[in-house]
């Protein structure tokens, strides 16, 4: 195995940009979604807010419906909502590809999890900044998806909190005892040219990226450039 698919001695996965259209201009949401089509994104990210989860309000299902209609790209639905089961159903309809919840937002999250995967969705879940990573560990045998949040989420364009790639270690050795193909680790949270290669030497392999991508004029420099940024960061901490 190359060094830029390790992490002292974890399998990680290639490098994977989720464009976080938090950051898009919401009144061009079908040019915005082409244009980081031929930037080479590899998801779209969608954030939903509830303005009661977080003090912030964004898309429902008819937008993921809307968007599912417009991209064939991989949409990770990111449910900063409370009990997103009430949910569940109506965003699985809408066609998105994972959905992820919050682990402080529900009192169910593996029958949540477990119903995501049953109807052939990624499932992920995840967890704010102050949560200790305890929470998570023993779900990550039912998700497909560990996404850690290096911001409060509610907002785009916020500074990054470096604190919380230290729980993605504890992840990734629970991840050895599942088997590496299992659940992918991704981040969230003011992701930019400085900050991605620190992620990708914690072990990061999907980076959320939303001002830096969509803040850009050149979303496909900007693409190419958290990538490059990651994979050679990784590949220098793995070799050092
Ligand atoms: C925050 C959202 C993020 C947000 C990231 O609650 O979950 O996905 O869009 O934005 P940036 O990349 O600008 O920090
Ligand atoms: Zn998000």
């Not at 402080?104 to 990573?133: F, M, N, Y």
């Not at 993605?168 to 659940?183: C, D, M, N, S, Y």
């Amino acid at each position: 195995m190359s060094a830029a698919t390790e992490r002292r001695g974890y399998p990680l996965r290639p490098v994977r940009i989720a464009p976080s259209i938090l950051s898009a201009d919401f009144a061009r949401l079908r040019d915005e979604i082409r244009d980081v089509e031929r930037a080479g994104a590899d998801l779209i990210h969608v954030d939903v807010m509830d303005g009661h989860f977080v003090p912030n309000i964004t898309f429902g299902p008819p937008v993921v419906r809307s968007l599912r209609a417009t991209t064939d790209l991989y949409l990770d639905v990111h449910l900063m909502v409370e009990k997103p089961e009430r949910l569940l159903d109506a965003f699985i309809d809408a066609g998105s590809d994972r959905v992820t919840i919050h682990v402080e937002a529900t009192e169910q999250p593996r029958e949540i999890l477990d119903t995501l995967r049953a109807r052939g969705k990624g499932a992920g879940i995840t967890l704010r900044p102050g949560t200790p990573v305890e929470r998570v560990l023993p779900l990550l045998d039912a998700a497909d998806l560990l996404l850690i949040m290096t911001v409060e989420p509610g907002f785009g364009g916020q500074a990054f909190m470096p604190e919380c790639l230290e729980k993605i270690a504890p992840a990734l050795e629970v991840r050895r005892t599942l088997g590496p193909e299992r659940f992918w680790i991704e981040v969230d949270g003011g992701m930019s040219d400085e900050t991605v290669g620190r992620a990708r030497a914690a072990g990061v392999e999907i980076f959320v990226a939303g001002s830096a991508v969509f803040g850009r004029r050149d979303r496909a420099e900007a693409c190419a450039r958290l990538r490059a940024l990651a994979e050679k960061e990784g590949d220098r901490v793995a070799e050092g």
